[in-house]
């Protein structure tokens, strides 16, 4: 079946330390998105690939980064810039640039230890 | 930049009555607004969309309105099951990146 995996569904961190959240899509979808989401917001965009080894800033991008090596797989670093990182984040996939339905994955939960 | 505002932020009703879900936006260039229901622990699926080329537009018991003079789109659910229950976001989608802004969600809760 195709779709959007994200892993793991679980992730804690420690005070300064980095860590990478997985999305992998089998959709076969040129762009890709990250979201954060916090208790009663919607989802804020953080950054967003239209293409592969090309991406920009969403409205939340500091304290995060992004690579996009390969069409399927679009890694989410949070570094330990990010102040507050304990979040709900969702991937997402749409088929091209513009004006798309975007897709998304069940998302991954940090949590600071 | 574009701002979404959507009422109620949570609704209960009864089952078999209709459920409605109200959003605004501020940029007159939007032109793609998707509705997502988010379950408990998953992520948002999309279950209907509409473009601003299109006043209204229906699926099943789902049904979408959008009246670009006033910059406002409602979700209507009819018939509403207990399966109904969940949290809905509206979007606005303006430009050609795809960039997508949400409102803050409608906990929509259906009793028996």
């Known amino acids: 079946d195709g779709g959007i995996t994200q892993s793991p569904k679980y992730l804690f961190r420690k005070e300064g330390q980095n860590v990478t959240l997985s999305c992998e899509q089998n959709?076969?979808?040129?762009?890709m998105y990250w979201y954060r989401q916090d208790p009663g917001q919607g989802l804020r965009l953080i950054y967003y690939?239209?293409?592969?080894?090309?991406?920009q800033k969403g409205d939340i991008a500091e304290g995060y980064s992004v690579s996009r090596e390969k069409k399927e797989s679009f890694p989410l670093t949070v570094t330990s810039a990010q102040k507050n990182p304990t979040a709900f984040y969702l991937c997402?996939?749409?088929?091209?640039?513009?004006?798309?339905?975007?897709?998304f994955g069940d998302g991954t939960r940090l949590s600071i230890l | 930049g574009e701002n979404v505002e959507q009422h109620p932020s949570t609704l209960s009703v009864q089952e078999g009555d209709s459920a409605v879900i109200k959003c605004t936006y501020s940029?007159?260039?939007?032109?793609?607004f998707p509705w997502y229901k988010q379950e408990l622990g998953k992520g948002p699926q999309l279950i209907i969309d509409?473009?601003?080329?299109?006043g209204e537009k229906k699926d099943q018991r789902i049904a979408v309105t959008l009246n670009k003079t006033a910059k406002h789109f409602s979700l209507h659910i009819t018939e509403t099951q207990p399966e109904d229950s969940a949290v809905y976001f509206c979007?606005?989608?303006?430009?050609?990146?795809?960039?997508?802004?949400f409102g803050t969600g409608t906990r929509l809760q259906v009793t028996l």
């Open positions: 997402a996939s749409s088929i091209g640039p513009g004006v798309q339905p975007q897709h």
């Open positions: 959709l076969n979808h040129d762009a």
């Open positions: 690939s239209q293409i592969v080894n090309d991406f």
């Open positions: 940029d007159s260039a939007s032109n793609y």
């Open positions: 509409i473009r601003s080329n299109v």
């Open positions: 979007a606005a989608s303006s430009g050609t990146a795809s960039k997508l802004t």
